[in-house]
């Protein structure tokens, strides 16, 4: 059997002040595969950089076991930082630096000597196409070039593993698509990458496998096919002016209609085969005389695996 590169059991992080106790994670079990991006997907305050703290050995876990990378994380955390990368949300760089200075000082910190960390230097320069930036000082890049020079200083010593905490956040949609090509290239070369993020569409277009949290604890966990299959087929929105609990009622009892909810005016429905189902139910609602001001059909997203699973939109908590 494949060693797993993270395993956790009823990891737990509490923090207490001002005579209040805050459980930011809540008991979390994770399994993450070698050689995947595994994707931690929730929205922000729900547990997802507490979590990876702990696993880092950046703070202590208040319950629970884990081994990273093969090394336990209470017994052995000296062992976890060898074996890791870890490139925090606000980044670490020097903008006083160059590119080339930083990356020779992280693999010289990690016990490289001078020529070796040079030399690695210029590999990871390569892998993420920095060679013209750098002997630029990190202050003169742009956004996404200090983003992926972030991701080169956690990879400098080969990582077995590496977290990435919200690696994309504040980058434009082409910077956040070059990283991402990054990050599967890595993923290619042999690295485990463990990602938090809030993205919908960075969890679904990047990740191998993922698991959701909300509140501290996992709602969902699956590869993005896997989850968005467990929805009930297709989704269909209606927004309605009159009475929503009779066209609820009236809507539950059509063929195709598997499942119907009521959320702030709107019914959602998941139906079988929406593009058949959905003149189906406007006829329906039409001979009731409840036509419907706004209707939409969708195929099951990952919006829609957090909303069935909390009773909210990940879109607007993200927002």
């Not at 990050?183 to 960075?202: K, M, N, P, Q, V």
Request: overall charge negative; charged content about 30%; hydrophobic content about 40%.
């Amino acid at each position: 059997m494949t060693e797993l590169m993270v395993e956790t059991h009823g990891l737990r992080r509490t923090f207490k002040g001002r005579g209040k106790t805050v459980e930011a994670v809540r008991g979390v079990d994770l399994r993450v595969a070698p050689g995947e991006i595994f994707g931690f997907l929730g929205p922000n305050g729900a547990g997802k950089t507490t979590t990876l703290r702990m696993l880092a050995t950046l703070i202590e876990p208040t319950e629970g076991t884990a081994l990273v990378a093969g090394a336990d994380l209470r017994r052995e955390p000296g062992r976890v930082r060898e074996r890791i990368g870890y490139v925090a949300q606000g980044g670490g760089s020097d903008p006083g630096m160059t590119g080339r200075g930083e990356l020779v000082i992280q693999g010289r910190l990690f016990g490289l000597a001078r020529k070796e960390a040079e030399r690695r230097a210029v590999e990871v320069l390569e892998a993420l196409d920095l060679v013209e930036a750098a002997d630029r000082t990190v202050g003169t890049y742009s956004g996404g070039m200090r983003r992926r020079l972030d991701i080169g200083i956690g990879m400098i010593h080969r990582p077995r593993l590496l977290f990435l905490d919200e690696p994309t956040t504040g980058l434009d949609p082409q910077a956040r698509a070059h990283l991402w090509d990054e990050i599967r290239r890595l993923r290619d070369g042999g690295a485990t990458i463990f990602l938090t993020t809030h993205y919908l569409e960075e969890a679904d277009a990047l990740c191998d496998s993922l698991a959701i949290i909300d509140h501290g604890l996992i709602v969902a966990e699956g590869t993005p096919i896997e989850l968005k299959r467990a929805i009930a087929g297709d989704v269909v929105t209606l927004g309605l002016n009159g009475s929503t609990d009779g066209a609820l009622n009236l809507l539950r009892s059509a063929p195709r209609v598997r499942e119907a909810e009521l959320s702030d005016g709107t019914v959602r429905l998941y139906v079988e085969d929406g593009d058949l189902a959905l003149p189906e139910l406007l006829r329906l609602l039409d001979g009731a005389g409840m036509p419907p001001s706004s209707i939409s059909l969708h195929r099951p997203s990952l919006d829609d695996v957090f909303l069935r699973q909390t009773g909210r939109s990940l879109r607007d908590e993200a927002a």
